[in-house]
Each structure stands twice: as C-alpha cells, then as structure tokens.
C-alpha cells in the first residue's frame, strides 16, 4: 500500500494519536499537513523528524472549533498543493464531570472542538474533494460514543454526534465519490489517559478482551488503512478498535 501523490491533513496531529497518524500517511508516501492549536514546538519537532526522512509535510497552527479558522486549515492545503484526498478529523478534548458540577462552557468546548470541529474542516473540505470526484474522510470517534461513559456527558455525545455526523456525510457525499467513515477508539495510551490512577487502569484492563490499553499505533494502522485501496468500498462505517472492549 502506498499513498504517493495524495495529500491528507491531519488535525490535532501534535500530539499522541493524531501525531501517530501524521507520520503513518507520511511514510506511506502522502503529503502530510500536521494541525495543531497550542503546541508549536510538538509541531515543528514532527516536521523535523519527517523532514529528515525526506518527507513531505508542513503544518498550521487553526482552532478547529472556529469555522474561519478550519477554512484558512483547509484552503492552505489547497493553495499549496492543489488538492486535498484525506481529511482525518482527530483533533479532540475532554472536561469530564458529574453533570451536576459540569459548567456551561465545559459543555461548549467539547462539543466546539469535538463535533462542530468535525463538521467545520468536513464542510471546507466536502468542496474540494467534490470538484476531484475523490476523498477520504476519517473520523475520530470513541466506544464511548456508543456506549456513553458516566463524567463524560459532553465527550459521549460530541462522539455520539460524530457517528451520526460520519453516518450522514457518508450518504451525501457518496454521490461524489468520498467516502467517510469513524474510526471509534477504546482507551489509548496518550496524554489524554495518562492522568488515570494505577488501579483504575487494572480494573479497566480487565475488562478488555486483548488484555492492554491500545497504542496510538494500533489506531493509526487503521486509519491508513481506510485511507488506501484496500477501503475503496467501505463508506459510513464506525469501526471499533478497543481490544474487544465493546462488541
Ligand atoms: P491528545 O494526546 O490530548 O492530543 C489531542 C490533540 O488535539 C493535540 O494535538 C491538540 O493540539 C489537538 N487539539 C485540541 N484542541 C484542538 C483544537 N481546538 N484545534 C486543533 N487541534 C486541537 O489526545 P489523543 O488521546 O491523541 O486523542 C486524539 C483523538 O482520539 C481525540 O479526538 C480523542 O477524543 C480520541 N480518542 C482518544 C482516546 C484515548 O484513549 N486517548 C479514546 C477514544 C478517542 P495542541 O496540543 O496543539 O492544542
């Protein structure tokens, strides 16, 4: 499989899955655009390090959750490479909390970065990918927007919506030729999980069938994978990969 000639934007790709993914589609041969929204450094580091490999990238700074700033993400793509074949739609942020102590604003934000994130970078992007009459667009979701998650209110249904978002864009956009599918992680090793305690983390192992918590890696491997050849007949699926936790 390679991906020579596309080009794909990764959003929230400064850090742990969505940096994995970056590099992923970069080694594969893809011109890879890296998004971030308050890590620079990260950014850069990953620049360098694909660089060195001779390998196409660049990235730009965007808050995915304001709509002109997703356009100036996608149109940069554009004006500088003239064509864009893969949207991964990574870029996510939890504030968990009993509804009875979660604020207003913890709920906006998620849902801002989370959902309507998605929606804005998936809508600049719908226009050029359907002037090609080709594009991929990968979603990251979560089990929990399947399952629901106590603490987790705002991030269950910002991922709730995404599948639903994934489900409808894949029905609009088909007519077009792009497909759009979910990929739904369990618990991934990442900043984002790294604040869990020693035991939680047992208890949570026990009840995953593979035994660990996934890698950023075991994510990646399937969203190249929805980006190549091998995926040119699937469209508006959510696929679960959690080691068997929700089946
Ligand atoms: P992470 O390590 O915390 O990284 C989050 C990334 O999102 C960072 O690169 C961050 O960039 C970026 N980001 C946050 N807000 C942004 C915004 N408004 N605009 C653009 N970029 C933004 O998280 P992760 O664990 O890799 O999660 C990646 C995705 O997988 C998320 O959608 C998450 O919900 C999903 N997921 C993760 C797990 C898990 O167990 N880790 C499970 C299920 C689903 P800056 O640092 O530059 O701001």
């Known amino acids: 499989m390679n991906l020579i000639d596309k080009v794909a934007i990764v959003t929230g790709a400064s850090n742990g899955i969505g940096r994995e993914i970056a590099v992923c589609l ?47 993400l996608i149109d940069f793509a554009i004006e500088k490479y003239g064509r864009l074949d893969i949207l991964v739609n990574n870029a996510g942020v939890t504030a968990d909390n009993l509804i009875m102590r979660m604020t207003e604003e913890d709920f906006d934000r998620v849902i801002d970065v989370n959902l309507k ?71 991934i090793k990442t900043d984002m999980t790294n604040n869990l305690n020693e035991n939680w983390i047992s208890e949570i192992e026990k009840n995953i069938p593979l035994g660990r918590l996934g890698e950023p890696a075991d994510i990646a491997k399937v969203v190249t994978f929805l980006c190549g050849e091998g995926a040119s007949y699937i469209t508006g699926q959510v696929i679960n990969v959690d080691g068997g936790l929700v089946m």
Request: aromatic share 6%; charged share 20%; glycine share 8%.
């Open 26 to 72: 970069a080694k594969l041969g893809a011109t890879v655009v890296i998004n971030y929204r308050s890590s620079p450094e990260k950014a850069s580091e990953i620049k360098d390090e694909l660089l060195s490999k001779n390998l196409s990238v660049e990235v730009f700074q965007a808050d995915v959750s304001i709509f002109s700033e997703s356009q100036k």
């Open 117 to 187: 994130g998605t929606w804005n970078c998936s809508k600049h992007a719908a226009k050029y990918m359907a002037k090609q009459r080709t594009g991929r667009i990968i979603n990251i979701a979560s089990v929990v927007g399947i399952v629901g998650n106590g603490g987790q209110s705002n991030y269950a249904a910002s991922k709730a919506g995404i599948i639903g978002l994934t489900k409808s864009l894949a029905k609009e956009l088909s007519k077009r030729n792009i497909a759009v599918n979910a990929v739904a992680p369990g618990f």
